[in-house]
């Protein structure tokens, strides 16, 4: 016999799922396993008369799903990266921090069902939790609409943050432009320092890397090794809009 939700429970959480669907543009076919994505093991502790399941076994399956479109992403994206910058890469964006920042920017917090000790220590801001419940999120979407859906909801959550550069603290863009440069034979790549300016504690500076003499791009950082990398990243995309990278 099926067990059905109270009232009182039903009105608690479906509005507030109901209009989280509508917000990210998703509706799901079956919104039990929306509900299961969002449920911490302390509020089935609490309603263990209830039939409630907490997110955990979800959360395994979204983690597995997350590393597989991260990585087919990553690769197609970065065809000049090496498997070992691609798993250091890779490994920024699925680490705990970076996950809860795409649940902080979903507002998941507000949708995770706890038990009331959970709630009262501040469950609901607890980067694990947080991370935990994206992860589950993306496993529930991935059973109830499959793996398109998850690519089409990473597009707009995680892979934006990708292309805006926000992991590009552990991509080493000049390795990726010697390795174009090296493979088809097109030319030796130099950096300049252009300019150095500020105070000793906070000094910024300009470099340019050219190709045979011809510049490629012009970065700033607050190192020569960080202008370098700008550069580089300048570089890299200029050949690419220019169909140069095949």
Not at 43 to 61: A, G, I, Q, S
Not at 79 to 108: D, N, Q, W
Not at 208 to 229: C, F, N, P, Y
């Amino acid at each position: 016999m099926i067990k059905r939700v109270n009232r009182k429970e039903r009105n608690y959480v479906g509005p507030k799922f109901t209009s989280f669907q509508e917000r990210i543009g998703i509706a799901f076919n079956n919104e039990k396993l929306l509900i299961h994505a969002f449920t911490h093991s302390s509020y089935v502790n609490e309603h263990r008369k209830k039939p409630y399941e907490d997110n955990e076994r979800l959360e395994f399956l979204g983690d597995a799903v997350l590393e597989l479109t991260i990585s087919e992403y990553l690769f197609k994206k970065y065809p000049y990266m090496s498997e070992g910058e691609l798993t250091k890469l890779r490994a920024s964006i699925v680490c705990e921090p970076s996950l809860v920042s795409f649940a902080h920017g979903l507002a998941f917090g507000d949708l995770v069902l706890l038990g009331k000790g959970e709630e009262l220590t501040g469950g609901r801001e607890r980067p694990a939790l947080l991370a935990d419940v994206f992860e589950a999120f993306v496993g529930a979407l991935y059973l109830d609409q499959g793996i398109e859906k998850v690519r089409g909801f990473l597009e707009s959550v995680v892979f934006p943050k990708i292309n805006e550069g926000a992991f590009s603290h552990v991509m080493d863009y000049k390795s990726q432009l010697q390795e174009l440069v090296q493979r088809d034979g097109r030319g030796i790549v130099e950096y300049r320092v252009l300019q150095e300016k500020g105070p000793a504690h906070n000094r910024e500076f300009m470099s340019r890397v050219s190709m045979d003499g011809v510049e490629l791009g012009i970065g700033t950082g607050k190192s020569k090794k960080e202008a370098e990398q700008k550069a580089a990243q300048v570089a890299l995309k200029l050949l690419q809009e220019k169909n140069e990278i095949k």
